[in-house]
């Protein structure tokens, strides 16, 4: 009997051992079959992103080959805003529907999507906001019987793939919970960093991006120098409206202008088209 203990006793040590660190498995993403591929620079069609003009808040359409991804809705009363942009695009029906976040001026507008727009797949990372907007928005997912997708390390749409950078699950700060998306077309790369910024910006890797979504409206604490410097953006969009926030930030902009970014505001330059062929990337 005694062996018997002492063999139980040595498999719950080697079991506790070798356990993730908790922190670590709420911010790893399901591992799904798509492989991201480092170095494909053919692709056959072309990636079309428009960041849509929605006032304060973040509402994007990915479109690549046949299948088109959503990426937040903007806020409440955007809806109409977003719904003419999809249809001057011919578009139907959403293949997947990304939501960065709860904050209302990235989800506020995603229900009145919902009731006029076929969406097949619906993201989050399942960080509950204790908002009325995010308890709606439950309510109508659950209403109309829409499955939450897993959300996945690494995925596709269309020619495009995407790998999620952070989850946003188990982090402390609120800005952090933001899903961040690195887009991948041929050799080019976007990324879209919803309200990450500050302490969240530092735990991303180093990569070499041309089109970046500025993270939190261009606010005081986002795309810090060291930031910018480990990703080298040719492009950077900003999603801001009137606010009384002060975005975007003077400091945030001067950092992007020192890093020689080309800066496009959908305050000022309404919706913003930037494609891609797979090899360099237009506006």
């Known amino acids: 009997m005694r062996w ?12 506790y051992l070798y356990l993730p660190d908790a922190a670590q498995q709420q911010n790893k ?34 479109k690549s080959g046949d299948e088109t991804m959503l990426v937040d809705c903007g806020p409440k009363g955007a809806s109409e805003s977003v719904l003419k942009t999809l249809a001057e695009n011919n578009i139907s029906r959403l293949q997947k ?7 209302a001026d990235h989800i506020g507008a995603c229900k009145g999507i ?25 309510k109508e997912l659950k ?56 302490d969240c910006e530092k735990q991303l890797p180093a990569t070499d991006i041309d089109v970046l979504k500025v993270g939190h ?9 060291e930031f910018l410097e480990k990703t080298t953006p040719t492009i950077a969009v900003i999603h801001v409206g009137k606010n009384g926030y002060g975005f975007p930030s003077g400091e945030c902009l001067d950092r992007l202008n020192k890093a020689d970014a080309e800066i496009h505001r959908t305050d000022k330059n309404g919706n913003i088209i930037v494609t891609s062929n797979g090899i360099s990337i237009e506006t």
């Open 29 to 62: 993403p399901e591992l799904c079959s798509v492989r991201l591929q480092d170095q494909v620079s053919e692709v056959n069609g072309t990636l079309a992103v428009e960041f849509i003009n929605v006032g304060q808040g973040d509402s994007t359409i990915i």
């Open 114 to 138: 919902l009731t006029k727009t076929r969406v097949d797949k619906i993201i989050i990372n399942g960080v509950k906001g204790d908002t009325k907007t995010y308890t709606e928005l439950e």
């Open 217 to 225: 409206h261009c606010g005081a604490r986002s795309s810090s120098t």
């Open 143 to 198: 209403y109309r019987n829409i499955k939450v997708a897993e959300l996945c390390a690494i995925d596709s749409i269309g020619e495009s793939q995407y790998q999620i950078l952070n989850t946003g699950r188990g982090k402390k700060k609120h800005n952090d919970n933001s899903i961040v998306m690195l887009l991948k077309h041929g050799l080019t790369q976007f990324l879209f960093m919803a309200d990450c910024d500050g």
């Open 97 to 103: 529907l990304l939501m960065t976040h709860s904050d």
């Open 4 to 15: 018997l203990i002492i063999l139980i006793l040595a498999n719950l040590a080697l079991v």
